[in-house]
Nanobody, 117 residues
Framework: QVQLVESGGGLVQPGGSLRLSCAASGSIFSINAMGWYRQAPGKEREFVAEIISGGRTNYGDSVKGRFTMSRDNAKDTLYLQMNSLKPEDTAVYSC???????????WGQGTQVTVSS
């Protein structure tokens, strides 16, 4: 079993920054990828970023150049540094962890990010 706990969400003004954290615990082995999705009210879930085994990162087009993801293996924690935030970044951000064998995806509970003046 894998558990994921996100933190760091909140209210920020446009142009501001936030850093989200996703702490993993439990059976953390055979990890294929970790990443983030977000979902705004009335909209479909949107891919934000992922880090794949080996260290390669991918970002969604809407956050490229503004968001940076990193991983601290010693703390089993994934981070999402969000800069130059826009009102359209407002959403619930959820992290996930994919395992290779057996193949599975675990989701965190999500954290709310609100960008508003």
């Amino acid at each position: 079993q894998v558990q994921l706990v996100e933190s760091g969400g909140g209210l920020v003004q446009p142009g501001g920054s936030l850093r989200l954290s996703c702490a993993a615990s439990g059976s953390i082995f055979s990890i294929n990828a970790m990443g983030w999705y977000r979902q705004a009210p009335g909209k479909e879930r949107e891919f934000v970023a992922e880090i794949i085994s080996g260290g390669r990162t991918n970002y969604g087009d809407s956050v490229k150049g503004r968001f940076t993801m990193s991983r601290d293996n010693a703390k089993d924690t994934l981070y999402l540094q969000m800069n130059s935030l826009k009102p359209e970044d407002t959403a619930v951000y959820s992290c996930y962890l994919d395992k290779r064998s057996p193949s599975s995806r675990t989701w965190g509970q999500g954290t709310q990010v609100t960008v508003s003046s």
